[in-house]
């Protein structure tokens, strides 16, 4: 939490800069602000990952389950990375079925696991593809998958993307950066829940990641914290 001090300021500053509230900037000035507050929100989020996976680590992550209602949940989270999206022109779609039910979660942390799933798929997925956030019931169940049409993951290697600070090591994945640890969160966070993230992919085709959530009418404990 000593890292967000600093960089508040910095991001005030930038900020002020970026809207002219200090004084005019040229172009050039402005394209520089602009670099300087892109990675100021990437080191943002950075920062967020790892303060979230010490939160893990040491067990202190603990559940805060309400009612939900997820087509809302991922609306939000679409919404929330469609600037991105819209920078490589990739499309992003949410398939629903007719009548999907609430479900009883964490809304805080299934929101952020739909936002970095989607954040993942864009950072993997070509200018000019797809992304489809899709809903669907199976017995008391409500199916989340992301899917994307994106580079995919060699079937062998799988599992490796769910380990914490680790990427594959390949020139693709390399130059996204990150500290690897979005998908070792989303694992935990599911499973603190109660179920499993799964990954179905076709290298050089795209990537689905899948989970489940309970819906209302199912009786649900409470899960206990990591």
Same mark, same amino acid.
């Given at each position: 939490?000593?890292?967000?001090?600093?960089?508040?300021?910095?991001?005030?500053?930038?900020?002020?800069?970026?809207?002219?509230?200090?004084?005019?900037?040229?172009?050039?000035?402005?394209?520089?602000?602009?670099?300087?507050?892109?990675?100021?929100?990437?080191?943002?989020?950075?920062?967020?990952?790892?303060?979230?996976?010490? +939160?893990?680590?040491?067990?202190?992550?603990?559940?805060?389950?309400?009612?939900?209602?997820?087509?809302?949940?991922?609306?939000?989270?679409?919404?929330?990375?469609? &600037?991105?999206?819209?920078?490589?022109?990739?499309?992003?779609?949410?398939?629903?079925?007719?009548?999907?039910?609430?479900?009883?979660?964490?809304?805080?942390?299934?929101?952020?696991?739909?936002?970095? +799933?989607?954040?993942?798929?864009?950072?993997?997925?070509?200018?000019?593809?797809?992304?489809?956030?899709?809903?669907?019931?199976?017995?008391? +169940?409500?199916?989340?998958?992301?899917?994307?049409?994106?580079?995919?993951?060699? &079937?062998?290697?799988?599992?490796?993307?769910?380990?914490?600070?680790?990427?594959?090591?390949?020139?693709?994945?390399?130059?996204?950066?990150?500290?690897? +640890?979005?998908?070792?969160?989303?694992?935990?966070?599911?499973?603190?829940?109660?179920?499993?993230?799964?990954?179905?992919?076709?290298?050089?085709?795209?990537?689905?990641?899948?989970?489940?959530?309970?819906?209302?009418?199912?009786?649900?404990?409470?899960? &206990?914290?990591?």
């Amino acid at each position: 939490h000593e890292l967000r001090t600093p960089l508040t300021h910095l991001k005030g500053y930038l900020e002020l800069l970026a809207n002219g509230e200090i004084g005019p900037l040229s172009d050039e000035q402005q394209n520089a602000v602009a670099v300087m507050l892109r990675s100021e929100m990437r080191l943002e989020r950075l920062i967020d990952d790892l303060i979230q996976f010490s +939160l893990v680590a040491r067990g202190e992550m603990s559940l805060n389950t309400s009612q939900v209602n997820l087509s809302d949940l991922a609306r939000a989270a679409v919404l929330q990375i469609e &600037p991105k999206a819209r920078n490589k022109n990739i499309s992003i779609e949410i398939h629903r079925a007719d009548h999907i039910p609430d479900v009883i979660v964490d809304d805080e942390k299934i929101g952020w696991v739909l936002a970095q +799933l989607l954040d993942n798929a864009i950072k993997f997925t070509p200018t000019g593809g797809h992304v489809v956030v899709s809903l669907i019931t199976e017995m008391d +169940l409500v199916k989340v998958s992301v899917t994307d049409n994106g580079i995919g993951i060699p &079937p062998e290697r799988s599992e490796e993307i769910f380990l914490a600070f680790h990427q594959l090591d390949s020139s693709s994945t390399r130059q996204q950066g990150g500290t690897g +640890l979005g998908l070792a969160l989303v694992r935990r966070i599911i499973e603190a829940h109660g179920f499993e993230i799964e990954v179905q992919s076709t290298e050089g085709k795209g990537a689905s990641f899948s989970f489940s959530l309970p819906g209302v009418h199912q009786n649900v404990t409470e899960q &206990p914290s990591l």
